[in-house]
């Protein structure tokens, strides 16, 4: 059964500096996402990705963070200046119908250690 | 925007009994219910859904009830085994209808033997 994959399962950085976490959505796949999940909390929406621009975004994906479809393939989030309190687990997900009425499949998340 | 709320927190249940979790959501336009399992370090994992055009839905010993008027849903899982234990996620999705699955802060069930 075909799932999506993240890139790398955990990633530690310093304070500052930039990082990119790459997921590869299920192939047929139309609609793409970003999630955090800080540690013991709630899985929190950050962006969807349709057709090849942002549909929507939460007020917690501000300047510092953009996604990208670089390829047929691939769907990265940016963190440009990581700060402390990105520290969280990031989960990618893909659906192949808008999520009215479509099943959003996760990813096994990328977990972020910002020092 | 949409806000879910969810109880209980944490769960605990002997096997075979009965478990049921409930959700509250605020934006009368949301059409879709999601409920995600995660275990320990893992992803979510989707176990059932409901859209708003029906009251329940069942599968197997799962099963999703749906209110409209009230504004809540509830999941209820029979004869619990303690591979049920996991952290239990209810959604809704955004009152733009697209993208945005709001999730409760999740609720702990813990099963045992």
């Known amino acids: 059964e075909p799932e999506v994959t993240q890139t790398p399962s955990h990633q530690v950085t310093q304070m500052g500096q930039e990082v990119i976490l790459r997921c590869v959505p299920i192939?047929?796949?139309?609609?793409f996402y970003w999630y955090r999940q800080i540690l013991g909390q709630k899985v929190e929406f950050l962006v969807s990705?349709?057709?090849?621009?942002?549909?929507?975004k939460s007020e917690i994906f501000d300047d510092q963070f953009s996604v990208e479809r670089p390829d047929g393939s691939n769907f990265t989030l940016k963190i440009r200046s990581t700060k402390l309190e990105d520290s969280a687990m990031y989960f990618c997900?893909?659906?192949?119908?808008?999520?009215?009425?479509?099943?959003?499949?996760f990813g096994p998340g990328t977990r972020l250690t910002v020092l | 925007g949409e806000n879910v709320e969810q109880h209980p927190s944490t769960l605990s249940v002997q096997e075979g009994d009965s478990a049921v979790i409930k959700c509250t959501y605020s934006?009368?336009?949301?059409?879709?219910f999601p409920w995600y399992k995660q275990e320990l370090g893992k992803r979510p994992q989707l176990i059932i859904d409901?859209?708003?055009?029906?009251g329940e839905k069942k599968d197997q010993r799962i099963a999703v009830t749906l209110n409209k008027t009230a504004k809540h849903f509830s999941l209820h899982i029979t004869e619990t085994q303690p591979e049920d234990s996991a952290v239990y996620f209810c959604?809704?999705?955004?009152?733009?209808?697209?993208?945005?699955?709001?999730f409760g802060k999740g609720t702990m069930l813990l099963v045992s033997p």
């Open positions: 997900a893909s659906s192949l119908r808008d999520p009215r009425s479509g099943e959003q499949f």
């Open positions: 192939s047929n796949h139309l609609y």
């Open positions: 990705f349709y057709n090849n621009e942002i549909s929507e």
């Open positions: 934006d009368s336009a949301s059409n879709y």
């Open positions: 409901i859209r708003s055009n029906v």
């Open positions: 959604a809704a999705n955004g009152p733009s209808g697209y993208s945005t699955l709001t």
